[in-house]
């Protein structure tokens, strides 16, 4: 076995590199978009649904993957950024979900909205969820 990014990245997060956990990780790696339990679950059809969804908290909680929640209630894993650590997720990102093809994409943004009634709340998380098209979804259209 040679090491590759997969292992390298697991290391890292000091998580111990299984089969499973590769096989996870490298589902997340070669796509662009992010995954529900249950998308991931399809890909990975040969592996148990509870090993699925206890490496992708394994995964959020090492900060490789973080987790966002759409419109519709469900919990998507989208890969992190070299800034995420441990317990300590570094986004400054948005979210677009395809009307299409439903997949979830993380886009960055230049700049964070300011919030004019900061004085009276604390704000400690933005979440931004934007609704279009993805490019690939663009193509086919054109
Ligand atoms: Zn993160
Ligand atoms: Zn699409
Ligand atoms: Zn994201």
New binding site residues.
């Given amino acids: 076995m040679h090491l590759n990014t997969d292992y390298i990245l697991l290391s890292k997060a000091n998580i111990t590199p299984t089969s499973n956990r590769v096989l996870v990780l490298r589902l997340f790696l070669g796509n662009s978009n992010a995954f529900t339990l249950n998308a991931a679950a399809q890909e990975l059809f040969f592996m148990e649904k509870s090993t699925i969804f206890r490496t992708l908290q394994v995964f959020e909680s090492k ?1 490789i ?2 987790s966002v929640v759409t419109d519709d209630g469900v919990k998507n894993y989208a890969l ?2 070299v800034d ?1 650590i441990k317990d300590n ?3 400054r990102h948005a979210h677009l979900k395809c009307s299409i093809c439903e997949h979830l994409y993380c886009i960055p943004v230049t700049s964070l909205p300011v919030f004019e009634s900061a004085r009276r709340f604390q704000i400690d998380k933005v979440y931004m969820l934007a609704n279009g098209t993805c490019e690939e979804c663009n193509r086919v259209a054109s």
Avoid: F, K
């Fill in positions: 900060g993957l973080h992190c950024t995420c997720h570094a986004h």
